[in-house]
């Protein structure tokens, strides 16, 4: 590929200041179930060129999926035409330059080559993870009367790589495989009642899934869902599930974090560097280097090596992600979190984003266990409406658990409401269950007061 490449970076510097080129390649095979069957197979090998010009500080874009030198040529005009009638950016400052200082580290446990065989083998050994999903389910045994089916669930395994070279001497390259399975059951009880429950998981590594403990879980979500009862409107203790944590801070603080929705005066969090914004035993950082991390990288996507930085440090606001653009627009470094594709140019945001907590941590039991009135809530629909500028949110709760004296029962037609900024205010206290989602890598989140609507 960076032959290829190097042709092409050549061949456009010849009417360019500066140039990037941004390659992917990319290999994914996928399941999808319907009920207990294999509904759909789908292999699909992709591969796609991004190309970034500068021509008098104007930025110009394009993109191609065919790496024929007459395509790519054609996407390099493509480019050298855009840049040729936009305006100039007083804030960019050229594209990031390779340096002594850069020093690349491949995070460990990242490349599992028993995904590249399984992509090379077909899709039999896929479907046996499938058919693994499928029997945990039928493990776990609900209480009498409790039927359970499987309606959907999926399996996915990848294999990347990607490639970046600029006009600055920047040359590196990345690889990474991925694997994710999930399944949705629907549990009902004579009285005809029906609720749902999924569970799923991704990671880099098939030996970290365990394909049978999904189907268990996702069962036992649904059925101990059953009966639910309302709960009165209040302010009362709520407990976040790592997967409802990931659900409303990927629409709320993830984004209000990035430096480019800062400069906007998009995000709360404008002008607050160096204040306190959360509870003083919450510290989040950020982390592209993180070993088995769903979103490791040794570069970004600008080939800026990436790194750990501090976000917030018991709970005193200390940075922002920023790629190189937004960098220069603050005056400081980028660090590391420009994230794209070959068809995008390059935003800050997230790469593993890492809960911590200075409290002791406690098993789920033992956070109910303190709560004489609450709520605990496996996860959260909607919390894509919250505004980002605000941090509002209304969401209704998903597969919730009233607490009353420690001990739990289903409630149902529950929603939460709040500020994101006071809900961290009012972190006190975090489970021993970390676990990554997505972007987010967090435990279970005890907050001494949240609105609940019934």
Not at 40 to 48: L, N
Not at 220 to 247: H, N, Y
Not at 388 to 395: K, L, N, P, Q
Request: hydrophobic share 35%; glycine share 10%.
């Amino acid at each position: 590929m960076f032959d290829f490449m190097h042709k092409v970076l050549k061949e456009a510097l010849e009417s360019c200041d500066q140039v990037e080129i941004y390659g992917e390649r990319g290999d994914v095979l996928s399941i999808d179930l319907e009920r207990e069957e294999v509904k759909k197979v789908k292999h699909v090998k992709s591969t796609g060129i991004g190309v970034r010009v500068v021509i008098s500080n104007k930025i110009g874009f394009s993109y191609t999926t065919a790496l024929e030198k007459a395509k790519v040529e054609e996407c390099v005009g493509h480019a050298i035409k855009q840049a040729k009638v936009s305006e100039e950016d007083p804030y960019f400052s050229g594209l990031p330059v390779s340096s002594k200082h850069n020093s690349y580290k491949k995070p460990e446990k990242t490349f599992d080559k028993r995904i590249v065989d399984l992509l090379e083998g077909g899709s039999e050994d896929a479907i046996d993870y499938c058919k693994e999903m499928l029997t945990g389910m039928k493990e776990y045994e609900a209480r009498k009367g409790v039927r359970c089916t499987p309606t959907e669930g999926s399996f996915a395994a990848a294999f990347d790589e990607t490639y970046i070279l600029n006009s600055e001497g920047i040359e590196t390259s990345d690889t990474g495989t991925y694997v994710s399975a999930g399944i949705m059951v629907v549990a009902s009880e004579d009285s005809s009642e029906e609720t749902s429950g999924s569970e799923g998981k991704v990671s880099r590594m098939i030996r970290d899934i365990d394909f049978g403990w999904i189907g268990r879980e996702a069962v036992k979500i649904a059925a101990d869902s059953l009966g639910g009862k309302k709960l009165k409107t209040k302010e009362i203790p709520v407990v976040f599930s790592p997967r409802a944590v990931q659900s409303l801070l990927a629409y709320t603080l993830i984004p209000q974090l990035s430096a480019e929705n800062v400069q906007r005066k998009q995000s709360p969090y404008h002008g607050k560097k160096g204040e306190a914004i959360a509870s003083e035993i919450l510290t989040i950082v950020d982390d592209g280097t993180m070993p088995l991390g769903v979103n490791s990288r040794k570069m970004d996507g600008e080939g800026v090596p990436t790194q750990l930085t501090s976000l917030v440090e018991k709970g005193v606001l200390k940075n922002f992600f920023y790629d190189s653009y937004t960098a220069s627009k603050d005056g400081v470094e980028s660090t590391g979190n420009a994230l794209r594709g070959f068809d995008s140019l390059p935003t800050p945001g997230a790469t593993n984003f890492i809960i911590n907590g200075s409290r002791v941590r406690a098993s789920k039991d033992e956070i109910t266990g303190e709560i004489r009135e609450g709520l605990f809530i496996n996860d959260v629909i909607g919390a894509h409406t919250a505004s980002r500028a605000s941090g509002d949110f209304s969401v209704v709760a998903q597969n919730a658990y009233g607490i009353k004296k420690g001990e739990l029962f289903p409630v149902k037609q529950v929603m939460v409401a709040g500020n994101m900024q006071e809900v961290l205010k009012r972190v006190e206290m975090f489970g021993n269950d970390t676990r990554q989602i997505y972007n987010v890598v967090s435990p279970s989140i005890m907050v001494s007061k949240v609105q609940v609507v019934s």
